[in-house]
Each structure stands twice: as C-alpha cells, then as structure tokens.
C-alpha cells in the first residue's frame, strides 16, 4: 500500500527525492565547475534540446541530476521559459560566423577551403587506459599551422546560386520579435518553417538521428550530400537600449549543416535543393540528421514518417520523456473500467447484442 | 539606462510560478475555450517544474486560476494521498501559499486525474481535469491535420463506426475509460480517461470544467449546464461501470466508483475509489448530496437509460 499509502504519500516522495540525492552525493559549486570544464559537448548537447545558452546553467542542471539528460532539459526549460525577453539578437549570416570547422563533402576544395578544426573524426577509438592503469596526463600539443586558418568563410551556397544550381535566395526581412517562437505559441499544421527549424533544433538528439537515419537508410532521397558543416562560435548582437548602439553581448557556440539533393525543380531544368539545421552548440550528428529531415520534411512526397507532423511531435524531449516515464504513475481506474468491459463481453450470456 | 534598470528584481519565480504572459494567455484561450464547448483551443503550453504527461496541463491551468483566496484539493484516481496528486498539491502550495483541503466541497478548484468526485460539485467551483489525449479521434486518425478538419466538419461519422465494430465484434460497446461525448451538440470531446461511472456528471452540472492536455497543448470546457451525451445508439443505450454487487470495504457504500483490491486467496474487495469522500463517511462527517444515489440513481431524471 505504499504507492497510495494514505497520508504517507507525501512523505514517501520527499524521502525518495532525498534518497536521489544522497546517492549522488552533495552539490557544490566544485562539481558543477568540473562538470562545465570536463565536459562542454554533453553542455552543448543539452543546451540544444533546451533552447537556452547557457554553460553554467546547464553544468548545473547536469550535476543536479546526476547526468540524467532528460531531466536535466527539463530543468533547463521550466527555467527558461519564465524568463522576461529584455531583447533579440540580431541575424547573422553563415560568412559573419567565426568558424573553426568546415567541412564540404560535395567538392574537393571550395572557396575558403576544407578545415578540419577539432574533431575527432579520424581518431583511432582505443580507450587510453594507461590514465587509469599508470595515472598518466600526457598529451600532445596541436602544433600551429603555418598559415593561420581565415576565421570567416563564404557559404558554398552563394557560390552555387552564382552558379544557378540553387534557386535564387530571398532574404527573410521578417523583424526578429515577429518571427514565429514555438517555445511561446503552440505547433500548428502546416507548421511555418521557423516552427520547423527551431523544432529540429532542440528535438531530442536520439530521436533526430533515428528519423535522420531512416531517412540515409532508405526511407527518404536517395542522394543526399553534405553541402556544408560548420561548427562555430556567433556573436550575439543586440541594439543598446539607450543608446541605440549595436554591441555583441559575448558569442555562443553554434553548429549548422546543409544536406544538398541533385534533380529537384523541373525536368527540363533541374536544380539542387537544401535541407538547412542549426543548433546551439556543437552537436554534429544532430544537425546532420536534422538537416537530412529538414529536406524530406518539405519534399512533396515525404515518408510518413517523415512528414512535419509526425517529425516535430515525436522528437520533442520533454514531451516525449516525461509521457514515456508517465506510465509509472498508477492507471489502475481506467484498468477497472476497461476490464469491467471485458468481463461484461466474457458472461456466458453474453451472446445477444446488448440493448 | 543599465540592463540592471531594465531587469526586474530577482525573485525565485512569479505568484504561482508562470510569469504574466503565460498567465494571461491561458486565461485568454481558457475563455476561448469556454465560449466554445468541447473545441480543442491550442495553447503554447509552457514547460513547468513537473514532467509533461504528469498533468503539467491541468497545472498550467489552475496556476493561470488560482488566487490567495482559493482553496485547492488536487486528487489522482480519486484519492488525495496518491503520489503525484502529493507532489502537485506541494507545487501549487509552495508557489502560491493557497490552502488545501481533501474535501471536494471545501475546494474552489479541483485538479484531477481520471476521476470526478462523487458528491455534487456547486456552480463556485472548477473541475480541472488532466488530459493526456485530447483528440476523440485520434484512434481513428492519427494525423492531428485531419482531425482538426473532421472536427471543422463535424464528420463523426468514424467514431460511430468504432462503436459499431466494437458491437458486431464484442456484442458489447467495449470503450472503457475515456468515452467521447458530443458538448452542446457540436464537437466531439474526450472527456479524459474518467470512467463511464464519471461522463455523466459533466452533463448540465453546476460547476465548470476545464480539461487541458499540456504536453499535446490543447485545452477545452464544458461550460456550467451544458449538454453533454455519450455518444449512444438509439437502440443500445450507454452504460456506465457495472458494481452493483460490491461494496466498499471500509465504509459498506454501493453505487459509487470502487477500486477492486486483489486478495491473496483469490478473491476481491472493493474500497471507494473517492478518498475524500471515504475521509467524511469514515469520520462521520455530514457528506453532500451524490451523482447518484444510494440505489445508484443517477440525479438527472432519465438522463441514463441503460
């Protein structure tokens, strides 16, 4: 009787609470600091889905839960969403991002060139045990190329509209307070893009890569390509309330990929296409996988699977954890009702039609 | 002029957690809803400090509700002790400093999940009702697009046609829980996952009800006395739970909803499912009038034919 133990149900969920976190052990400000220090691609992941910049913020929520993500996005969330809007930044644009890593799987070389900044895309996946065998900290420094690599690239689109391989690009002059915000109205169909790509943008990891993958499988075009990757950081610039001055309020770290088809438009003059995501923070695979959605998502034919509606819904993270671990809560007045049913249909004078 | 000016003062959190604008556009579209019984308003439905799918729409609508002057009982199955009404009952508490109660009469809004109290709720109160699925016609049409269509529609036809496979199949109407309901002869709802026993208390009651899906962001009402009908076949008519034969354990009551207890030789017993109104009974306290009575009369003259 424990689960709906009369007048200890309150006490019951308070213990267990401390339970968890005496498991944990305590917080301190130590460990959120080493968690933000040790660990800034799982920050960056939660960041993401959370919609909210914000490292120490997130190296907390992560210490708080012990690491369990879900959680620790939802935590992010219910912060984040009963904070005032004190302004918008400005829109930056793919060539005014400082960019430490571009990559273009459709050419050899591009303007601006291939940089492969810090990956670890072509390490060997050997665990170094030798640091918890030996206690060793060696490491080997990068060593400093000999022409420092640009900081600011042009976007390989622009070239290809040049070209007339891509429609040409209409600004969106929408003012930034009036572009559509998901986190403040709800997801209407046919969703507007903006609903779209920001929707991609803090879905959950896990579940983006697995429609994302569907997709590369089988389930989606058959020749996607990645058009380019960027991992960068993106001054934040906001309008001085006073003064009316431009000022970057510090910069964030931003990932973005276009995934690019062959043959879209007319048969008589056929064009490529773009599937575009962005995320904050660095989280590769994520944007990869969005980007390959993103393109099926507005592809007249798309998978049911893979079609706005069925993408958004089921890859939100908070909707789709906290309905999951929903069931855990007891159920046990519509298994009553749904088994009275049955037993009706299973009386042995059961055979006529009820009326 | 600084962003120390511009900032409001830091508190913890607003009166009732949401901030303002939040709060202003639940009570808009809570109106909405009103004014429109049984549509399905959209909401942004924010997130809250409760996970989504625990009733974090139900909470979002009684934090857009609640004033110092409330007084909140916050139920889960029916009973006030259950884990999670516990933890919602502390959340509003702890953010708004309301009283609580276990007494479905002493409350001005009642947040539950999948039961409504058995003793007659006054026109001073509001019902809040959790809701997981707000779509009647999800079963039949998965796309949220479509239904919204059928709805605009009123093309119901599908939902007729499930009850009807469930007769030719199962020679009974099978809908356990959750059994849609036509509001005020135009939309069709999903009443939440209360029992059938629970459906007819939203007919013509005096109180108003608000049900709101947080993590789908949907939320509806059916206003005070307002047409509420299961829908039912002319020639079978609605039924609600058959416990005739049972009695709770604790307190001998019959013709309220019971909870079946699996004993260890075998057999059953049956408690009230209602804990609060167990709570009077047991004490001895004066309880208010019921949905039905002791004979399992339903309060609405020949409003149940089955």
Known sequence: MAYVAARGGEQAIQEAERLYHELLGGLSPERVRAVQEALPYLLDRVMGEASLYAPELAALALAQT??????????????????????YAEVIEQDRVLTLRRISAAFKDLPGGQVLGPTLDYSHRVLRLEVVKDGSTAREAAAAAPMPAPSHYPALAAWQREAGLLPPHTLDVTPAEEIPDLTREPLLFPAPRAHQLQGLARGDTGGILTLGYADMRGY????????????????????????????????????QAEIVTTFAGSNETPQLKLGF???????????????MLELNM????????????????????????????????????TFQSSLEAMRRVREPQSAEVER | MTVAQLAQPWQDHSYAFLDESAKRELRRKTLKAIALPGYQVPYASR??????????????????????????????????????????????????????TTDALAATLIQSRHRIPEEVLRAEQALILQVPDPEPLREVEPDISVARQMHADADYGLSWLLLYEQLVRYRRIIQGDSYPALVHGRYVMSPSPIPRWDLPKLHHSAHLTLLSAGREKRLY???????????EFDDVPYRVEDQRAFACFRTGVRNKFLNELPQGDGSSRYELSDSGYAEKLLRGDLAGPTYFDSEGKFYHDGYLQG
């Open chain 1, 220 to 255: 989606g075009l058959t020749h996607p390509t990645i058009n380019e990757m960027r991992l960068g950081e993106a001054e934040v610039i906001l309008t001085h309330p006073g003064t009316g001055a431009a000022f970057s309020a510090g910069r964030v770290r931003v990932s």
């Open chain 1, 277 to 291: 995501a962005a995320t904050l923070g660095w989280n590769e695979v994520k944007v990869i996988a969005a980007a």
């Open chain 2, 47 to 100: 997130e809250v400090p409760i996970a989504r799918g625990w009733g974090t729409g139900g909470l979002q609508v009684t934090l857009s509700l609640v004033g110092p002057d409330d007084v909140v009982k916050v139920i889960d199955q029916g009973a006030d002790d259950s884990v999670n009404a516990a933890n919602l009952r502390r959340f509003v508490a702890r953010m708004t400093g309301v009283k609580t």
């Open chain 2, 221 to 231: 009402a059916v206003p005070p006395y307002t047409e509420v009908r299961p829908l």
């Open chain 1, 298 to 333: 507005r592809s007249p034919e798309a998978h049911p699977a893979h079609t706005a509606e069925f993408v958004l819904y089921h890859t939100e993270p908070v909707e789709a954890s906290g309905f999951c671990i929903h069931y855990k809560l007891p159920h046990y007045v």
């Open chain 1, 66 to 87: 012990g690491g369990e993500l879900y959680e620790a996005v939802l935590l992010l969330r219910a912060f984040r969403t009963t904070q005032p809007r004190l302004g």
